[in-house]
């Protein structure tokens, strides 16, 4: 397992050199400029395109190979097909984004697409564990009912997050580790999704080094939004983990939510943009990139890794703390900030939700 983990890391890095080479020659670059932006160079885009050719490659080659991961007890063909044409559009559509800058209407259409395909597939929720007790057993409607907005969420929590160098691909490489330390446990027992989580937890990893700050490459639209499907789609598939991926998310979800309301509140366009994000706050109060990524990506972790040890009335109450240490480490750096005065900011990405 491990080992495929390290192929997907090896492939993915040398596809992202390929990559970033055509990103350079065709001009499909992320501009310096703009209040949102603190990077000062252009950086080359279409970062989830190598990180897709990667987790894909092993992927089928594992499945081919192993069988351990399409049989009758396993994920399906069908299944996994649906999964990787759901990655392979919003990849599509955020290299058409990178490259012509595409209205909201436009890059919406993509995602909603993929997180469909998925569902027909037969990516379903069969139950939910009541935090209070008891199962909820789902029907078949009322799976996709659950599933297609909880898609969307991480999907888009992931996107509106995408910061900081490295930011969402670290906390992407976490997400898919803890869903696989839990399908290896004798618990879940899930060799097949462990399989899958630790592709993609080494096909984040392997796009990291080149991320990392300073950046030499960006995630791109379809990269930022390749971390929350593909987290969002591993909880759902394992039947079991759809609380990992939200704890392993919550920062990223907490801040998202914490962006829509203050846009509906203030009556701005939601696909507009500003610099009111939670890792723009640590920016302002003084953290450099590096340790601003790393402390969310400490959080991230921590709170993720709590899951493996709690009941659910306990991961209820785990993702309320996260909540609220989001919003407390939030305003402190809101009154920290209005304590100094404004320095200068290093390199990298600016937010582009």
């Known amino acids: 397992m ?5 192929g997907a890391a090896v492939l993915t890095f040398a596809f ?27 950086t080359p885009l279409l970062g989830g395109v190598a990180i897709f050719m990667g987790f894909t490659a092993t992927l089928i080659t594992a499945a081919l190979i192993t069988g351990a991961i399409v049989r009758p007890d396993a994920v ?9 044409v759901g990655g392979a559009m919003l990849v599509v559509g955020g290299a ?14 993509f995602p909603v697409i993929a997180t469909v395909v998925v569902i027909i597939s037969g990516v379903e929720v069969s139950k939910l564990t009541n935090p209070w007790g008891g199962i909820i057993l789902l029907t078949a409607p009322l799976s996709g009912l659950v599933v297609f907005p909880y898609l969307m969420g991480t999907t888009y929590a992931t996107k509106l997050f995408d910061g900081l160098d490295g930011l969402v691909t670290g906390i992407a490489a976490i997400g898919a580790l803890l869903i696989m330390g839990l399908a290896l446990t004798a618990r879940y027992h899930q060799p097949d999704v462990a399989l899958i989580a630790a592709i993609a937890a080494g096909a984040f990893i392997g796009f990291l080094p080149w991320n990392f700050h300073p950046a030499r490459i960006f995630l791109g639209e379809g990269g930022a939004l390749l971390a929350g499907y593909l987290l969002g789609v591993l909880s759902v598939i394992s039947g079991a983990k759809i609380a990992v991926a939200l704890m392993a998310l919550g920062v990223a979800v907490v801040d998202a939510a914490w962006v829509i309301i203050r846009r509906l509140s203030r009556r701005t366009p939601l696909s507009g ?3 009111q ?75 582009r939700g």
């Open 76 to 84: 399906s063909w069908r299944m996994l097909v649906g999964v990787l």
């Open 2 to 6: 491990f080992l495929w983990a390290a």
């Open 16 to 42: 992202t050199f390929a990559v970033r080479r055509f990103a350079l020659v065709t001009g499909i670059l992320d501009l310096p400029g703009g209040p949102r932006k603190i990077h000062s160079r252009a």
């Open 277 to 351: 994000h939670l890792h723009h706050r640590l920016l302002d109060a003084g953290f450099t990139q590096r340790t601003a990524v790393v402390f969310l990506w400490f959080i991230s972790a921590s709170f993720g890794a709590a899951t493996l040890f709690l009941q659910s009335a306990g991961k209820l109450v785990a993702f309320t703390l996260l909540a609220l240490t989001t919003i407390t480490v939030g305003v402190a750096a809101i009154l920290k900030r209005k304590k100094m005065s404004p320095a200068p900011h290093g390199e990298g990405r600016g937010a």
């Open 273 to 275: 943009g500003d610099r």
């Open 96 to 109: 058409l984004d990178d490259k012509y800058g595409l209205p909201p209407r436009r890059q919406l259409l």
